[in-house]
């Protein structure tokens, strides 16, 4: 009957995920036992027992507080979020490919690989390397107009 059951971490956390948060855990434990010997001649079992689950503990606050802030993934979409308003979009993006007459291709934004479209209103084609600027996003499709263009 256990052999149906499996834990499946959701995608968003991968497997170097878990081993960074794993090392800081480690880490952090490491230091608050550390710590705690410096304090305390000889701490008993319990003291020390406490000591590595607060390092633990606060080692992976700390890394996962790290990733959420310094992640490259501020672009993607909340969940059940479909569109965005173009107001305030300062986005750039790098074009990776595409784009050559068609009106479809593919950028780069903050390490993140998207799909892409060339604005409705623009004329001119994007090439490879080329800066492009993020107008707007439907779904997991960013909007995009040439750099050169926005004035």
């Known amino acids: 009957m256990l052999g149906h059951f499996r834990l499946v971490a959701p995608a968003r956390f991968s497997r170097a995920w878990w081993l960074f948060m794993a ?3 480690v880490v952090g434990a490491n230091i608050c036992a550390f710590a705690l010997f410096l304090v305390s001649d000889e701490p ?3 003291l ?3 000591a590595v ?3 633990l503990a606060v080692g992976d606050i700390l890394a996962a507080t790290y990733m959420e802030i310094f992640a490259p993934t501020r672009v993607t979409i909340g969940p059940g979020e479909s569109r965005t308003t173009t107001e305030g979009v300062r986005e750039t993006a790098i074009v990776i490919d595409g784009f050559d007459g068609e009106s479809s291709g593919r ?5 993140e690989v998207w799909r892409a479209r060339i604005a409705a209103e623009e004329e001119s084609g994007l090439s490879p390397g ?4 993020i ?3 439907d779904g997991l499709t960013l909007f995009v107009r040439a750099e050169r263009d926005v004035a």
């Open 23 to 25: 090392a800081a855990g």
């Open 44 to 46: 008993d079992r319990f």
């Open 48 to 50: 020390i027992l406490i």
């Open 53 to 55: 689950a607060f390092g």
């Open 107 to 111: 950028v780069r934004v903050r390490g």
């Open 130 to 133: 080329e800066t492009a600027r």
């Open 135 to 137: 107008i707007g996003r």
